[in-house]
């Protein structure tokens, strides 16, 4: 297997050399390193990298930010940027609106190896799901192009001419039932996101003159008030004058898609066995607390890292099969004893981190850890038997203004440790 290709744009030669030297022993292979906009767009065309680490704030003619739209929409390249103080880049307030706002987008310098590591994983991840979405979607699309759309015409005054065998199959409605209706008492359709129903979409491009998509959550209400989520547009149509004579509405059933997308996004945030937020979700959500955090002096949230007492010896006595199922049920206990805002989370494992948002203090904290001890205290059978468990608990929270996730787990992962050297089954707060 080829070691993926990493291009780093780097002016501050001592930063440069470091993260290739961090890059290459995680395995990475890393092309050389460029500096004005125009080198980075040629060394791209050449080795095709599989990942861009930028600087934010890069000098020449050609800005970072035009850099990256080149690299992304030509070259199709994830790019991750790397910033130290935005507020001082001129191209800072352009970018925070578009790329800043997406997760593993950037990465702030200094660093440690871990988090350079993770990002540039998680960047490369992303990407790899788009393709996979976007193919999905090209795939669906064609399967249902070649089975053929649903095509109702309507005449200018809005009411139905004619409608295909898929439009009949989708709608519920025989041709002969719908000929000479207005198109609402066939297509009846509503807006999904805004809660509201859409009325004569012929009529408005026929008004109009312009092809108009339909929503993007567009329902189509069948004959007999099945709900399907469907996709495309309504056109005019026009006689060899230019005249608006009608219109036609092309459709298709985008149920399967749809699902697709919503499981590609589970796939990707959850874990598959507890069915728990996974380390990339609860990070996200870390993050964002944390930029909270900065925006309200009186916000305090706390994390707990959680590693179960003793799980090894259920697994290596009881086998892997039992073993999956306990950590299914321990994750509902944790579950049970938060409130509906908080987050829990399988971070790897047998170990689990909880974010609890808008606390009160400590207090608050070291109370849902002793509930999370007294549920754990209770067996739970499986299989016959009586399995129990105790965790030991790592407590941080924002009294010293975290920055990045990264840190802030860590000192709650060293707070973990010092509670299991107190003789498990425990807490202990990061001080």
């Known amino acids: 297997m080829f070691a993926r290709k990493i291009l780093v744009v780097e002016d501050e030669e001592i930063i440069a050399s470091n993260i290739r030297n961090s890059l290459q022993k995680l395995g990475y292979s890393v092309s050389e390193i460029t500096q004005s906009g125009e080198e980075v767009i040629k060394k791209v065309a050449e080795i095709h990298p599989s990942l861009v680490l930028i600087d934010i704030c890069l000098a020449g003619e050609i800005d970072g930010v035009q850099v990256t739209d080149i690299i992304q929409n030509r070259f199709h390249v994830p790019v991750v940027y790397l910033t130290e103080c935005l507020a001082e880049c ?5 970018l925070h609106k578009n790329q800043l706002s997406e997760p593993f987008s950037y990465i702030a310098k200094p660093f440690i190896e871990s988090d350079l590591h993770f990002t540039v994983e998680m960047a490369l991840y992303k990407h790899q799901s788009k393709k996979i979405l976007y193919e999905e979607k090209q ?22 001419q004619m409608m295909n065998s898929t439009a009949e199959l989708i709608t519920g409605w ?43 959550n567009c329902i189509l209400i069948t004959k007999d008030g099945k709900e399907i989520a469907i996709g495309d547009n309504v056109a005019p149509i026009r006689d060899r004058n230019g005249n608006i004579t009608g219109a036609v509405l092309v459709f298709q059933d985008i149920t399967k898609r749809k699902k697709t997308e919503a499981q590609l996004i589970r796939n990707a945030f959850y874990d598959g066995l507890t069915a728990l937020p996974n380390r990339i979700l609860f990070l996200d959500r870390l993050r964002q607390t944390i930029e909270r955090s900065k925006r309200r002096s009186d916000y305090y949230f706390a994390v707990l890292f959680l590693d179960l007492d003793g799980f090894k010896e259920i697994n290596d006595h009881f086998g892997h099969g039992v073993g999956d199922d306990f950590l299914v049920a321990i994750a509902r206990r944790l579950e049970s004893c938060l409130r509906g805002g ?6 790897g494992g047998d170990e689990f981190t909880v974010l609890l948002e808008d606390i009160k203090d400590i207090t608050d904290a070291t109370n849902v850890a002793k509930r999370i001890q007294e549920a754990l205290r209770s067996p739970i059978n499986l299989n016959g038997y009586e399995l129990s468990t105790t965790a030991s608990i790592g407590i941080t929270w924002n009294f010293n203004s975290y920055e990045e996730p990264a840190t802030l787990l860590r000192d709650a992962d060293i707070a973990m440790y010092r509670a299991k050297r107190q003789g498990k089954a425990t807490y202990a707060i990061f001080s």
């Open 342 to 347: 908080d987050t829990v989370a399988r971070f």
């Open 174 to 216: 025989k041709e002969s039932e719908a000929l000479g209706k207005d198109l609402v008492q066939v297509v009846s359709l509503s807006d999904k996101d805004k809660g509201e129903k859409i009325g004569n979409l012929a009529t408005d491009v026929i008004e109009t003159g312009k092809i108009l998509n339909l929503p993007e």
């Open 90 to 94: 001129s191209e800072y307030k352009t």
């Open 139 to 160: 795939r669906l699309t064609a399967i249902i192009n070649s089975m053929g759309c649903a095509v109702i015409v309507t005449y200018a005054n809005g009411c139905i």
